[in-house]
């Protein structure tokens, strides 16, 4: 196998200059083939010789010149040419290089062949206008000259085949992007050349047909299909009949006349016949709707692992285990459980598998159908696509309406006012997985989402992704109107309170305990979790009756405990949902206003968007949840007093325009007079150019100019990004990309201006310090919540700085640390509050264990024990960290460079080092004054025998720990005593005593004559003068000075 | 650790349905070893074998999917490279969907055709095109149950330029018996590593004939670490002998070789100038070496 060289970005970067800019002539001279900057992979294979490159160069030419390149023509290649080029290119490349696909991959090898090898082709082959365009010298292997010809020649070449380049000759351009521009289509290389063979072979049955368009439309099938299908599980022949119905599916939807082929493929198996679907499984037991919500919401994920495993095991185990209690809640309780925040997470971890698992226990009566018509939007949004597909289809599928020929209106019907959010917000690929699942074996149209909009009849669309689409006026919803008032009100939750009511005054809420039972049923009533005598009464003994292990003694022994106990057999009142007073449906649909900040979170969490949702309320039951107090509920109270006046008396008639107050509060305060009715009349009100035009008098070109500057102002791009904000405010969902240049517009607006849409916040965004943060949903939130606690509970203190490898970004760390993690705040630091945990102790521990130890070690040993992986600023900010922490711990001297001895490991014993220090400090008392380390050593040598082997460091160290010693600045350095009147001699003094010594220089001068590294000058300068001039010695530099002398300085 | 769930327009097999031992990965000669995240001795010229065992309940993944006991299934293994985008299927094989059945699964790799990092994955497929119904699979090769695992091969470390020849075929002033020669310009320093240097094996030579046929065995380990000591003893000396490497006053350009001797001081001799390095390796160039044996661990690992 054969390297070769390859082009560094920094060394190609004048050399494409230059080729874009040079003229040809130039360009064509031959160059070193081997310039400065080459670089070639490790290993591998044997390096290219720099002859086989002129060889190769010149293969390269001819090929160039059998096609029509001649040197001194022109610059101006015709298409086909170019094509022809590109062909023989291919075949040479190929077959010359000797190229594997891990080498062909490295791009910066096509760049050497395009900037070094045949800079002039790359000229010739794609002129342009202004040069030829810089990706074609680059490292694309889709846009290099050489690199993509390479590769078509390896996806198409057929070794086998009578002619091994039949398919690179029969592709054209555009043909050959199509396939090898999609890695999930060449990457498997039967597949590439079985749509290329498909292609031909069915383009001969249609030749009026454009192949291109052919080709494009079967892609889009294909790719559809690809994350579902193995085509690596089918042999050629089967691969080829896969390949030719998708042909065929689009040539139908061209309308062109299809041919059976027939492929021989091996007769298909006798299919066998399709199981008949399990019998629903039924819940497992009843408990009452209270103890139920309780449970679900309070119990933590092992317990309920541990409880649904007693209850029912033989139940598979869940992966969400709270799931399975879930599915035990029926009807009437749906909706309830569809409030909690728990409920919507749940819903998105769902699989299909769960789904239909489920499904088939009860159906029609699931509550994800239920919450489907109410929350559907807020639930989507949690969800992807593929989630979608399953969850439209399951539930409404087979659910709801046994009829797949009608499900298409149903979904919609389901999502009522907000499907065109939904449709907006579905990509195509879902389109097509919803119409493949209610209708499967039809063929596909390569554009469902228009299909899918053209169910959408008698209204205007206006979704971001589709555009404005006017739909005739034939409307499948007038034809069954019955159902559709059969559907349940989404106000119906209320009723369940009525419900309790009604349980309550049949007193069967008696929350009074239970007797001691008899032991036969002692067990079971606890497995039953009957506590209180209401529960008894509640209690379902037929359920009872199938729970595993539970006989008909035992039922009839609880039967007369009973009556025993409660005096009769308690009736149970049915339920009977109360009909809520209807409200408008425009109404109901309506975005909430501005919602107080005291109840921001609660109605995210709650999936409380509309007036409709608002009403929904069942403001006792808002007493369950946690954290929710008689603030909130008044102001619940207060708000849904408010809107049902609103209901009562609605207000005067607005005009069609929608309500601008948003976006004025928005983004429009800096706007005024004319620009303001502009921006009203052409981004809100949709009035056209010329319209505009005529009512300020202005022309067509003076208006678009004068929009696009208010836009430029507002920081928008486009008018379409302040619709997509106006469509935020009145509910609109944009896509993806809009809302994030939403976002971005927003996020520039001053804060305190900024109203919080709820509707942006719903879709997962918080506004924090004015910063944009979390996608996702409350889901994601939550997430990243069990990350930051997780993240602190495996460490045994926070710093600071620790903060910045928390796995989530401030300032949304701070409101996560402080609301949930009991951390707060003193200036910048975060005070923690994670264990009793104590570093120094910690630290000095440790140094008890080693005696001696390096800072360095240490910080590392502690970044170890927080589980972080040292880098190398982490390690330097725990040394200091360290250093600190050490030096003032009385136990522990510093004894060298960044190493420190624990006192119980001190090289002399410590009271010799304690009497070693009353001897310094006497001799500073005494004589001295000021004197550095050296000089005490020296003195001490004679007079003390551990004053020998004494490291300075720790000497120095434990100086500075006596009460009475000072350390002097920085030219001072050495050590005094603070009290004697000699003691101290800072800058003035020392000045002073130098004059009277008839020094003509200050210290400042002595010190910059002074060789570098000189830092004891003040200090040498002082303990020597007494001898009427003084020598400095330090480093490598002396210096002396004499009245007598001249002063010098001389080296080492 | 993210786990992507991913759903399907029809049902599939619980994951319990299938069991699969480790993936076995055998090169060359060697013994099989289990599948771990990074290879990290791999180059283009190692071609992989992958084995893997399955216990496959094949009737209850038909049950899982609402298909008919019987139902032909396959069971394949494919490779991805996300390098080159090359796929690629291993063994396919037909099974009825009846009962449990043992299934050993291969995947071979030309190596040629891999690049960053090698996906594998089981996966089991519809055999044949069933008539069309709802939420169930019936499209000849619809995934009904898949297993992936990603193997890095590049990017982990970075690997050092290696060519194998023939010394007495070479044509150039190799010595005949020599095992090894590093090409490189102690002169300038500036040059990118995978550009200006250059170690050559000789493939003759019997023991680097057994180094790379059987890397894996204790003395080719051995032989190994000396080599790589000798060529980092070459480049550190002969940068720090020269004058260009300690007078250096700003830092050396990324991929360079001064770049790379640079690192190689700052890991092992901390807190050494260049200077007084220079100066040991001048003056007492014994002790040099053996300092350097020190600091990279010279055959600190035994041969067992």
């Known amino acids: 196998m054969t390297l070769y060289p390859r082009l560094r970005t920094v060394e190609a970067r004048p050399l494409i200059e230059a080729a874009l800019s040079a003229p040809l002539e130039e360009l064509q001279q031959d160059r070193p083939l081997l310039p400065r900057g080459i670089v070639w992979a490790p290993t591998g294979g044997v390096r290219v010789s720099e002859a086989r490159l002129a060889d190769l160069r010149e293969l390269i030419r001819e090929a160039a010149k059998a096609v029509g390149y001649d040197a001194g023509m022109p610059l101006e290649p015709r298409a086909p040419e170019g094509a022809a080029l590109d062909r023989r290119l291919a075949r040479v490349l190929y077959d010359e290089l000797h190229l594997t696909p891990h080498e062909a991959s490295a791009g910066d090898v096509w760049r050497y062949f395009a900037c070094v090898l045949a800079p002039e082709l790359v000229r010739w082959r794609f002129p342009g206008k202004e040069g030829s365009p810089q990706e074609r010298f680059g490292t694309s292997l889709r846009r290099n000259l050489f690199g993509r010809m390479w590769w078509r020649a390896f996806i198409f070449h057929e070794p086998a085949a009578s002619d091994p380049w039949v398919l690179l000759d029969a592709l054209g351009e555009d043909e050959m992007v199509q396939i090898t521009e999609r890695p999930s289509a060449a990457g498997y290389r039967p597949l590439a050349r079985g749509l290329a063979r498909g292609l031909l072979r069915r383009h001969r049955q249609a030749p009026g047909l454009n192949r291109g368009n052919l080709l494009r439309d079967t892609m889009k099938r294909l790719l559809r299909r690809l994350p579902l299908l193995r085509y690596e599980s089918l042999v050629e022949l089967e691969l080829d009949a896969a390949l030719d119905e998708l042909f065929s599916d689009s040539l139908r939807a061209a309308g062109a006349e299809v041919r059976q082929l027939t492929f021989p493929l091996a007769p298909p198996r006798e299919a066998p016949p399709l199981p008949v679907p399990s019998t629903p499984v039924r819940p497992w037991f009843s408990i009452s709707l209270t103890r139920r919500f309780a449970f679900v919401n309070q119990l933590d994920a092992d317990d309920v692992a541990a409880l649904t495993l007693e209850l029912s095991p033989v139940d598979p185990l869940e992966s969400e285990p709270r799931w399975a209690l879930l599915r035990g809640l029926s009807v009437p309780h749906a909706r309830v459980v569809a409030a909690l925040p728990s409920a919507q997470r749940l819903t998105a971890r769902l699989g299909s598998n769960d789904l239909e698992e489920w499904l088939a226990e009860g159906t029609p009566g699931s509550w994800v159908s239920e919450i489907l018509p109410a929350r559907a939007l807020s639930l989507l949004r949690l969800l992807d696509g593929d989630w979608l597909r399953v969850w439209v289809g399951r539930t409404l599928g087979e659910a709801i309406l046994p009829d797949a020929a009608d499900l298409p209106r149903a979904i919609l019907r389901q999502f009522d006012g907000e499907w065109s959010d939904l449709l907006g917000w579905i990509d195509a690929d879902v389109c097509a997985g919803l119409l493949e699942m209610f209708s499967p074996g039809a063929p596909q149209t390569s554009d469902p989402r228009s299909i899918l909009a053209s169910w959408l009849v008698g209204r205007t669309v206006v979704a971001p992704s589709l555009g404005r689409l006017e739909i005739p006026q034939v409307d499948p919803w007038e034809e069954d109107v019955t159902e559709e008032e059969t559907r349940p009100a989404p106000t119906e939750s209320v009723a369940h309170t009525a419900f309790e009511r009604a349980l309550r005054e049949a007193r069967i809420a008696d929350p009074r305990p239970i007797p001691e039972p008899p032991g036969l049923i002692r067990k079971l009533l606890a497995r039953v979790l009957v506590r209180s005598l209401g529960d008894l009464a509640r209690l379902d003994l037929a359920t009872v009756a199938d729970l595993p292990g539970v006989g008909k003694t035992k039922v009839e022994a609880l039967r007369t405990w009973r009556i025993e106990v409660l005096g009769a057999e308690p009736v149970v009142p049915a339920y009977v949902p109360e009909p809520a007073p209807p409200l408008p449906p425009a109404f109901a649909a309506r975005r909430l206003g501005p919602v107080p900040g005291l109840l921001q979170r609660l109605f995210i969490d709650l999936g409380i968007f509309t007036y409709g949702d608002l009403m929904a309320i069942d403001v006792d039951g808002l007493t369950a949840i946690e954290h929710v107090g008689r603030r909130k509920i008044e102001l619940v109270q207060q708000m849904q007093e408010a809107a049902r006046m609103e209901v009562e008396q609605p207000p005067p008639a607005r005009s069609p325009a929608p309500d601008l107050s948003a976006l004025e509060t928005l983004v429009l305060d800096g706007v005024t007079g004319r620009e303001r009715t502009l921006v009203n009349r052409r981004l809100i009100e949709g009035a056209s150019l010329v319209e505009c035009g005529q009512e300020l008098g202005l022309s067509r070109e003076r208006v678009r100019q004068l929009t696009s500057r208010v836009l430029d102002r507002l920081q928008f791009e486009h008018a379409t990004d302040a619709a997509a904000l106006l469509n935020a405010e009145c509910g609109i969902l944009a896509d993806d990309r809009a809302l994030h240049r939403q976002m971005a517009a927003l996020a520039t607006i001053p804060f305190e201006r900024l109203r919080l849409p709820l509707s942006l916040v719903a879709d997962g965004w918080a506004l924090v310090d004015g910063e944009w943060m979390v996608r996702g949903g409350p889901a994601e939130l939550d997430r990243l919540l069990s990350g930051v606690e997780e993240w602190i509970a495996g460490r045994q203190f926070i710093e600071a700085t620790d903060l910045e490898r928390a796995p989530v970004r401030q300032p949304l760390l701070g409101i996560i640390l402080a609301e949930h993690c009991g951390m707060r705040t003193e200036g910048d630091d975060w005070v923690v509050d994670v264990s009793q945990f104590d570093r120094n102790t910690f630290l000095e521990e440790r140094l008890r264990t080693a005696g001696t130890a390096h800072q360095d070690e240490l910080a590392r040993w502690l970044l170890a024990r927080q589980g972080d992986e040292a880098k190398d600023a982490e390690v330097a900010r725990a040394v200091r960290s360290v250093e600190g922490a050490l030096s003032r711990l009385p136990s522990v001297y510093r004894t060298a460079m960044g190493t420190f001895t624990h006192r119980e490991a001190l090289p002399i014993p410590e009271a010799a080092l304690a009497r070693l220090v009353d001897l310094c400090v006497d001799r500073m008392r005494g004589t001295a004054g000021a004197i550095s380390t050296r000089a005490l050593l020296d003195q001490l040598r004679g007079e003390d025998d551990h004053a020998a082997v004494v490291s300075p460091w720790l000497l120095k160290d434990a100086l500075k720990r006596h009460p009475d010693i000072k350390v002097l600045r920085k030219f001072l350095v050495g050590y005094a005593p603070t009290f004697t009147e000699e003691g101290v001699l800072l800058g003035d003094r020392l000045e002073a005593i130098l004059r009277e010594a008839g020094v003509p220089l200050t210290t400042q001068e002595i010190t910059d004559r002074l060789p570098d590294g000189l830092e004891h000058a003040d200090a040498a300068i002082y303990s020597t003068l007494r001898n009427g001039g003084f020598a400095v010695t330090a480093g490598r530099g002396r210096f002396i000075w004499s009245p007598d002398s001249e002063d010098r300085s001389e080296g080492a | ?304």
């Open chain 2, 1 to 304: 650790v993210t786990a992507v769930a991913k759903t399907w327009p029809y049902r599939t097999g619980s994951r319990t349905r299938l069991t699969a031992g480790h993936w076995r990965l055998t090169r060359g000669a060697a013994d099989p070893v289990d599948l771990e995240e990074a290879l990290d001795d791999w180059d283009a010229t190692v071609n992989l074998r992958l084995r893997r065992s399955l216990v496959l309940d094949a009737a209850g993944i038909a049950q899982d999917c609402g298909l008919a006991e019987g139902t032909p299934l396959r069971v394949m293994a494919v490779w991805r490279a996300s390098g080159t985008s090359a796929r690629g299927v291993g063994t396919c094989r037909e099974v009825v969907a009846e009962g449990r059945q043992e299934i050993d699964v291969q995947v071979e790799v030309d190596g040629a055709e891999l690049g960053r990092d090698l996906h594998l994955s089981v996966a089991v497929v519809l055999g044949t095109t069933l008539p069309p119904r709802a939420i169930t699979a019936w499209r000849q090769g619809s995934v009904l149950w898949e297993d992936a695992v990603t193997l890095r091969l590049e990017g982990g470390g970075s690997r050092f330029p290696i060519e194998e020849v023939s010394f007495p075929d070479s044509g150039i002033d190799f010595p005949d018996r020599a095992a090894w020669r590093l090409v490189w310009e102690a002169d300038d320093l500036e040059l990118p590593v995978l550009g200006s240097v250059r170690l050559f094996l000789n493939r003759e030579h019997p023991t680097v004939r057994m180094m790379l046929d059987h890397p894996e065995r204790p003395d080719s380990r051995l032989v190994t670490a000396f080599m790589m000591f000798d060529v980092t003893r070459a480049l550190v000396r002969g940068a720090v002998c020269g004058e260009a490497f300690c007078t250096r006053d700003r830092p050396w350009p990324a991929d360079s070789v001064g770049r790379v001797v640079d690192r190689i001081l700052k890991v092992h001799f901390r807190g050494a100038t260049p200077g007084s390095l220079r100066q040991m390796a001048l003056q007492d160039p014994e002790r040099f070496d053996a300092v350097l044996q020190d600091r990279l661990g010279l055959l600190r690992m035994a041969p067992k």
